[in-house]
């Protein structure tokens, strides 16, 4: 897979690990871990299944606290074992591995909620035709229950790419879609975050459908297997 040279782009989120480490009772799922993710750069997250991927996910976004290590955003301290930023003060977006869609809302409103609410200075993304590539137009006026698994999940990540937030995590974004739609999903996001100045993590078991794309690959290795 290709490595970006130098995403590094002005007001872009660089993120740096260092020795971070997670544990959950007595097993450790991270330990020690340290990477730059550059401003502006796009990270495959790869690994087994238990390897921590989603754990790593949530310690980004402020959901969990590591047992030791830092996570710093542009020089300015995000999480230690002592220190935790809260999620809505990192100006990121997490698309949740499981269904995440507010039950009581249709997904229009709720596409648009997020649009109205979007941190000014980030790039302001063309929602609508985001919604006609993901092939949703159709379900913007029906609620989550009346949603198929493959349905809700690209509701969900449009939802989430309208807050066009600096800091994007994707987890598993082509789960519960068939190959074809999950093809088209996976070439949007190439698509979306080709030279935006935004930094994003995809963690994803579809690596074949990522392959070409000029994003960094980062191997979460499974310690406990």
Not at 28 to 45: A, P, R, W
Not at 91 to 98: I, P
Not at 111 to 138: C, F, Q, S, Y
Not at 151 to 175: K, N, Y
Request: aromatic share 6%; glycine share 10%.
């Amino acid at each position: 897979m290709k490595t970006k040279a130098d995403s590094t782009t002005p007001d872009a989120t660089k993120i740096e690990i260092t020795e971070l480490t997670f544990k959950r009772g007595t097993q450790t799922i991270i330990n020690k871990l340290s990477h730059e993710f550059s401003g502006g750069g796009v990270t495959l997250l790869t690994g087994p299944s238990g390897c921590g991927k989603t754990t790593f996910l949530r310690l980004l976004a402020g959901l969990e606290a590591p047992d030791s290590g830092e996570v710093t955003a542009n020089g300015r301290l995000w999480s230690s074992a002592s220190q935790i930023l809260p999620p809505w003060l990192r100006n990121l977006d997490l698309l949740f591995q499981n269904d995440a869609l507010w039950p009581d809302q249709t997904v229009g409103n709720q596409i648009a909620w997020v649009r109205e609410r979007r941190k000014n200075g980030n790039p302001d993304w063309n929602i609508e035709e985001i919604t006609a590539e993901l092939g949703i137009n159709d379900l913007l006026n029906r609620y989550p229950a009346g949603l198929s698994g493959g349905e809700a999940r690209r509701c969900q990540l449009a939802r989430v790419l309208a807050g066009s937030p600096s800091l994007l995590l994707l987890d598993e974004p082509l789960s519960g879609q068939d190959a074809v739609t999950a093809g088209k999903t996976a070439q949007l996001l190439a698509k979306l975050l080709a030279g935006k100045q935004v930094t994003a993590i995809v963690v994803s078991h579809e690596t074949a459908l990522f392959e070409g794309f000029d994003w960094q690959q980062l191997y979460l290795p499974n310690i406990n297997g």
